[in-house]
DNA sequence: GAAGGGTTGAGAAACGTTTCGGAGAACCAG
DNA sequence: CTGGTTCTCCGAAACGTTTCTCAACCCTTC
């Protein structure tokens, strides 16, 4: 039994109106000792404005919605989704935003992920990393709703928002081919997403410009997760010539490379270099530590929170960003052991 | 421009409740062509229930808040809350809910707050690890609103989850001396935190259990972070008789203390035993790998929210319920030197 | 003292749903 | 044919806000 407004309005025998404009400062101003006592009259009474009603009128629920590429048991522990998570949620409280996390999409059909969209919970929607079959980024478009990616495709009606891919691929494999590898096997991710689909393609150019001829073996998929490192790696070490450096398209992926080639005596790096990407945090305090392409996660999704605040609010959409990357260097990596005595 | 479920009535000419009926399969039934027709049309229409408009009448939203312990930058990226948001998302989506996150609690006052909790945009709440000093538990039971702590103190009119620390402590300490370790220091978390409380009596419990004279040089402050671990180790590590077991009330200080160790050519275990709480994924790839506590904290959260849900279908309120730990016994602990030789 | 402007506050509409009350039609038993 | 039951389906109320319209009043100013 929650006090209402016009509770209020009823003990003061004053209008609902004057109440909600002396509450809010509202659009017309009220008389100083009206506005005082509909203030202590909230108070006693314990008033809490219902946000539902106030949506309802005016449309807006200072909320953000959160699609996660997939929903299965555990996604919100890939240290991916973690920290473009925290991203978000550190930038939303920055923007008077809460944030709605969509746990039902996987039931649904993609018909019903769209209506969450525009249900009128929330002003705008991040997709994390949507697969490419996710029509709901489409359609989100499609319907006008303040929308953006992380890591998605570029799409005409939806902000975007990621990383330079390339020059991050590029970095990794120049560091190996720096070392002197030109054995160098890729661990890819999950090919319906775009940044596993650009890194492979980076990877398979930069063999390419440097005249070394693509091994259809030397390409393992690791599906992004742990275990599929692990099984990715077990093959290429089971090779009859077996790469001396792995560039991996996550960490997860890498550590799970790490861990296979620690069960099989497998030195890393004396035997096996291995590369990772994104920086997460626990690539750093593994043994050796992990060599990795940082990218920005948490300011990328901070980056999107911010700019689906200001489209919210009627600004102009903001352009595609690309955020950089950065090598970071560290014990997983160093020179093969052919070029080394 | 959405379409409504007035537009619907209007094209078929028929009233809006019949459309309502046929769209829920309603309290009252409506012959099958006309739902036919119904269900048609909202498709042309590409309609979509508006969710706000369903809440303000049915005062149901099938949405569960959650409530950090506080609203600083990266509080997410805590092992802790990342394993509980996980669990809660988890079960959440297995009970049809979606998770409201509430990122903007430190810059309001505990009054508003609790506005948040009863706006009407949730149906209950769960609150991680609420710090001793947090009104808004109290009040939200005192509205008789639905709520849950995960971790925090039991309290009339609250669910509570939380996990059996006395026993946990226990084993931690119980190993350590079962080892011959007699100089155990302890590295506290947040005193205002129920956990870091209930460890740290439980600690000295421990020691007078087993006739170990409780030094209070040997208790450092820690604040549950791997800074805060440091540099209690640091302290320890420059005391004229140092310990030579250390036993952290979470993963993150016994991180940081292991770093610590690590950055000052102390060797763990040789030198120093260190014992973490938690079991976070952190924990096992480290070097040493981390002797730990493993609390369920993924199942705790799921139970919070499963209970959650079964309140607010109206059924009895559950018992607060009690998780047992277990030892996790990996590299970073062994015999004192003394005792080897 | 009338015209005009500004302030004040009451009343009501609107947002999109759900669901109740009840009217009319159809059907059946007596 | 009558009385009761069941089926249909319309109209309207309700949820709690925000904000518009409009009337009443007060104050200038000519």
Known sequence: MAATIKDIAK??????????????????????????????VAKELNYRPNRVARSMVTGKSDTIGVVPPEVTDNVFLSPYLHLALNGIINEAGRQHQDVLLFTRCSEVDRDELASILVDGRVDGVIFIAPHFSEKSVELAASLHSPCATVSGVPLDGVLSFSVDNESG???????????????????????????????????????????????????GMGQFTIDGGRRAMAQLLTLPEPPTAVFCANDEMALGALFEAHSRQVRVPEDISIVGFDMTPGSENVYPGLTTVRQPIGELSAAAVRALKALIDGKEPQEPTVFQTELIIRQSTTCPKEHKS
């Open 11 to 40: 003990q003061l025998n004053i209008s609902v109106s004057t109440v909600s404009y002396a509450l809010n400062g509202g659009p017309r101003s009220v008389p100083d000792d009206i506005r005082e006592s509909v203030l202590r």
């Open 169 to 219: 691929v590029a970095s990794a494999m120049g560091h190996l081919y720096g070392l002197g590898h030109r054995k160098i096997a890729h661990i890819a991710g999950r090919l319906d997403m775009q940044d596993a689909l650009v890194r492979l393609q980076a990877y398979q150019a930069f063999l390419r410009n440097h005249h070394i001829s693509y091994r259809e073996e030397w390409v």
